[in-house]
């Protein structure tokens, strides 16, 4: 993957919503957790009631931060548990999107299942599904998980829920490789977006509260 003279474009501690950030499908709060300040994001209340497929899972429901991103790296820590209300097929799932166009028309992210992680001991086939890849609107998880059943679009890692994770993203073209706490749990010499420019996106789907802390987006 090429890197040259990497330039940090932006920093962002989250202690409240970033200057510009607009909110789509998404509540947004500062709160305290786990010993630091962070920024609280959910499932509206009409979105988590809506239509999946539509109104979320793999849907643009994320706290978009305006950015000229295309080629880079972007990283995080996020801190996700499961909501009261959650559903059974509920996983914690939070990340971050990227190269979100204008008026949401298209976007990739990476999201983790913290329930999926190794250390909450999950069961059959969720163990290799702690981490995922997609590419909106046309290749959500179950797409990629029928039409490539080897799995190379998501995979397991060593974490579990409310712990806070460290998530980064190095993108270049169609390239993408993404580590949490320093260890490597996808490489991806070809993914299913275009190589587009746009914001970035503190991502959440179904039954998840994360919070959010230290963003940096770093363009190439």
């Known amino acids: ?122 069961p059959g086939p969720r163990a290799q599904r702690a981490a995922q890849y997609f590419a909106y609107p046309d290749w959500n998880f179950e797409r990629l998980r029928e039409e490539y059943p080897d799995g190379r679009y998501e995979s397991g890692a060593d974490i579990g829920p409310d712990e806070w994770i460290h998530l980064r993203i190095a993108i270049h073209k169609g390239e993408l490789r993404a580590s949490v706490d320093g260890i490597q749990i996808l490489d991806l010499p070809e993914t299913k977006g275009r190589e587009a420019r746009g914001g970035i996106g503190l991502f959440v789907d179904i039954g998840t509260v994360a919070f959010f802390s230290n963003l940096s987006i770093t363009a190439l």
């Open 1 to 122: 993957m090429g890197d040259s003279n990497p330039q940090i474009t932006a920093m962002h501690a989250l202690h409240d919503l970033p200057a510009g950030a607009s909110l789509n499908s998404v509540t947004a709060r500062s709160v305290d957790v786990a010993g630091r300040q962070a920024l609280r994001v959910e499932l509206t209340e009409a979105a988590a009631s809506g239509v999946p497929g539509v109104d979320y899972i793999d849907q643009p429901t994320f706290v978009l931060i305006p950015a000229d991103f295309g080629n880079g790296v972007v990283e995080v820590d996020v801190l996700s548990r499961l909501a009261e209300t959650a559903p059974d097929y509920a996983r914690a799932f939070a990340g971050l999107a990227y190269r979100i166009t204008e008026g949401l028309d298209s976007f990739e992210a990476v999201y983790v299942r913290p329930l999926n992680g190794a250390k909450a001991d999950p």
